[in-house]
C-alpha cells in the first residue's frame, strides 16, 4: 500500500520561508518522478516544481528563483523549500509521484498525499 505523507506547512509573513516535505512509502520511490501541487483557495490546482527519476527539475513561473526542489532516494523523501514568500503562495501544497513526467505537470499524478497548508500573511 502506497503512502504518501506532506509535513512542514504553517503560517509566515511575507518574506519568510517554510520547507515542505515529503515522504513516500510502498512503491519505487527512485523510479518515480515527483512533484509539489498547490490548490489555492477558489483556484484550480498547479504544479509549482518537478523533480524527474534523474534529478532534472523544473519550476512553475511563479516560484523560479524562490523555491528549489529536492529529493533523497535513500529516505524516500521529497523537499520543497520556499523563501520569499508572498501572500500568493498561500495554498494547500501536495506532494504527488507518477512515472510520467506528464502526468504529474497534467495535474492527474497516480499517487498523491493528503497535502499541507502554507499561509503567508503580510
Known amino acids: 500500500q502506497v503512502e504518501v505523507v506532506e509535513s512542514g506547512g504553517g503560517s509566515v509573513h511575507t518574506g519568510g520561508a517554510l520547507r515542505l516535505s515529503c515522504v513516500a512509502s510502498g512503491l519505487s520511490f527512485d523510479n518515480y518522478n515527483l512533484a509539489w501541487i498547490r490548490q489555492a483557495p477558489g483556484k484550480e490546482r498547479e504544479w509549482v516544481a518537478l523533480?524527474?527519476?534523474?534529478?532534472?527539475?523544473k519550476y512553475s513561473d511563479t516560484v523560479r528563483g524562490r523555491f528549489y526542489i529536492s529529493r533523497d532516494n535513500i529516505n524516500n523523501t521529497l523537499t520543497l523549500q520556499m523563501n520569499s514568500l508572498k501572500a500568493a503562495d498561500t495554498a494547500m501544497y501536495y506532494c504527488?509521484?507518477?512515472?510520467?513526467?506528464?502526468?504529474?505537470?497534467?495535474?492527474?499524478?497516480?499517487?498523491w498525499g493528503q497535502g499541507t497548508q502554507v499561509t503567508v500573511s503580510s
Open positions: 523533480i524527474s527519476t534523474s534529478s532534472a527539475t
Open positions: 504527488a509521484a507518477d512515472r510520467s513526467l506528464w502526468a504529474l505537470m497534467r495535474i492527474t499524478p497516480q499517487y
